[in-house]
């Protein structure tokens, strides 16, 4: 009686979980992000997704450079960038430069007296110690060739620490039942807080302009941010109509993956609800300017006791034309957002408001302890306090006038606070900030 050989084989219930785990690698993929993205499991299916709104966004380059940040910066070509994909676009002819530049107003001698004598001068300050703030990305003298403009390369993993494809690059609409109504603010409430100056809603604005001091304030949780900025408004504030125009720096650890002060821009024309994005995440503002990059950080940036930085902008309407034109530094161009992006701002701003908002999650029940502005409060005033100086309006003619009669608000006066005054050199400006928690601000 001989023996068969037989071959050794793995009883089918050992390859179940090799097989499963196969399926598991194939429909998901393991996705992991420095710099606050943690890690996820992401279906093939949103990658896939994800990946096709990247490309829209993210347009063919000329030529790639590479900030010493980390970040990716695409020269394309002007006519291929994400604004012009945008519907109410599709015929649209890129404006070069704007038809006129806002002329400064030259008040008579009563009038500067009146202005000069409505607030107290304790805060006066020079401009001794100020200097102006660029960007990073071209340190180096590196700039995009002449026919295309910088564009911030968005990747995966920025979209992923967004809530969701639809969130990613959006603000987060809150209303606020406890607003005050003469200062209307449609991101107040759900943890949004401000230390803003505003003007009233009876007059029309075609513009504002301010310096805005550049600080790195401290970010508590990256579902949270900081920034400084203005606003330019109109429409309902309390319905679906409300459009803004917004230009300033800002920290999110959640759009960007890091904590640096960063240059953005932001437009809606429906509240906050589906249309309009921060920087160029989707169609809509036109850049023209080949050295100013949307979204990249600002360098350098003030310190306590120390040098001071900041950084100009200025938001204006076309006087010819109707597009709201934004101007950096020193009359730098930026671009424009074009007039049939919006309803009531196709016509005029009706209320600016400068200043500081950030988010409190309050996370395990207390107060964050993210920073506005430099975390130091108003009273500490020059080289402490962070600041926005020189408000100016643009009126009917396409002057620019000081900001006369503004309010200020804070919701929260022990977290943060603000405080305006007046004087010849600085004009209307204020002091605001706070470092959120602490004893008084629980």
Known sequence: MGFVERKKSFPALLLLPLALSLLFLERFTVIYALNYTNYKQVSSLRLKRIHRHLDKINKPAVITIESPDGDIIDCVHKRKQPALDHPLLKNHKIQRVPSEMPRVKVMNKEEEEEEGGKEPKEMMMSNEGVKGAWQLWHTNGTRCPKGTVPIRRSTVHDVLRAKSLFDFGKKQRSLSLA???????????????????????????????????????????????????????????????LNSIEAGCQVSPELYGDSRPRLFTYWTSDSYQATGCYNLLCAGFVQTNNRIAIGAAISPVSSYAGNQYDITILIWKDPKLGNWWMGFGDNTLVGYWPAELFTHLADHATMVEWGGEVVNSRANGLHTSTQMGSGHFAEDGFGKASYFRNLEIVDSDNSLTSAQAISILAENTNCYNIKSSYNNEWGTHFYYGGPGNNPQCP
């Open 179 to 241: 607003r005050r109504s003469d200062a209307p603010d449609v991101v107040s409430g759900k943890g949004h807080e401000h230390a803003i100056a505003y003007t009233g809603t009876s007059q029309e604005v075609y513009g504002a302009k301010a310096t805005i001091n550049v600080w790195d304030p401290s970010i508590q949780l990256v579902n949270e941010f900081s920034l400084s900025q203005i606003w330019v408004l109109s429409g309902s504030f309390d319905g679906s109509d």
